[in-house]
């Protein structure tokens, strides 16, 4: 008796073989560059095991070992797999360590520096990208003016820009023009945003930590493997397993 063919939603086909998290995959077959047995893909299709699928053109398969790697990318460094405007690219500073096909989850713009993880583990991307997940993500921040003294309270309590809300988990202070800022789910430059309504700009802007995942001493530039006992922590972090009562998302 044959066994049974097994069945994969295909944008989670499509992160397994390294292509991106299961959300940039849905974009690509929602654009039609996905082919499963020669027929174009839509959204909402599966593609079973032996079959052949195509992105581009070009053969795809799930990639047998998984990796988790760190990078303490500087400032300078775009946070794509590739630049049209030929700006230079944080996965580059990987090398030839890294044989496998893997992505950054989330982003850091340009002049930002610090933790950046890569993988091609999709349903860590999934969850670590997704609001849903509320992973906290912490920055260490300094200024080139003075911190106003309401700037704490009014970044916790909410902030209304260009008529988007940002609001951030906690925010800490550590002198006049340096602070620590938790954020949940971070928007689009949105540390920047805030600072630049209080008249502020940064000077410097990093962030050193994502859920358990720490920077560390790792030098600015390198990278390395997580631990197992890392990428379980990173797995089994959420709201209730940290004992928080769900204070909702972070804007």
Same mark, same amino acid.
């Given at each position: ?15 397994? @073989? +390294? ?5 940039? @995959? ?11 047995? +020669? /027929? ?9 095991? =032996? ?5 581009? %053109? ?9 990796? *988790?790697?760190?990078?303490? $990318? ?13 700006? &230079? ?7 030839? !360590?890294?044989?496998?096909?893997? *992505? ?20 860590? #991307?999934?969850?670590?990208?997704? &609001?849903? =997940? ?9 200024? !080139? ?12 309590? %909410? ?6 809300? *940002? $609001? ?49 001493? /790792?030098?600015?530039? #390198? ?13 089994? *972090?959420? &709201? ?12």
């Amino acid at each position: 008796m044959t066994a049974p063919k097994e069945k994969v939603r295909l944008q989670a086909y499509l992160a397994k @073989c +390294g292509i991106g998290s299961r959300r940039a @995959c849905e974009s690509l077959v929602a654009e039609g560059r996905v082919t499963v047995n +020669g /027929l174009v893909a839509k959204l909402g299709d599966s593609a079973f095991s =032996g079959d052949e699928v195509r992105l581009d %053109g070009r053969v795809v398969r799930p990639q047998a070992r998984l990796r *988790y790697i760190v990078l303490n $990318k500087p400032a300078g460094f775009v946070s794509s797999m590739a630049d049209e405007r030929g700006r &230079p690219v944080a996965v580059s500073l990987l090398g030839r !360590d890294v044989e496998e096909r893997v *992505y950054n989850v989330g982003r850091l713009d340009q002049w930002s520096s610090g933790l950046l993880l890569f993988t091609n583990d999709g349903d860590l #991307a999934a969850l670590l990208g997704h &609001p849903s =997940g509320e992973i906290d993500k912490e920055y260490a921040i300094e200024t !080139d003016l003075p911190i106003p003294p309401d700037f704490r309270e009014r970044f916790e309590a %909410g902030v209304e820009v260009e008529g988007t809300l *940002y $609001k951030a988990k906690t925010v800490r202070l550590e002198s006049e023009r340096a602070m620590r800022v938790v954020l949940v789910e971070g928007k689009n430059r949105e540390i920047r945003r805030v600072l630049e309504h209080f008249g502020l700009r940064a000077l410097s802007l990093r962030r050193e930590r994502i859920g358990p995942l720490s920077l560390g001493d /790792l030098a600015e530039g #390198a990278h390395r493997e997580l631990a197992p006992e890392e990428v379980e922590a990173l797995k089994a *972090y959420s &709201p209730k397993s940290r004992g928080e009562g769900g204070r909702g998302r972070a804007p």
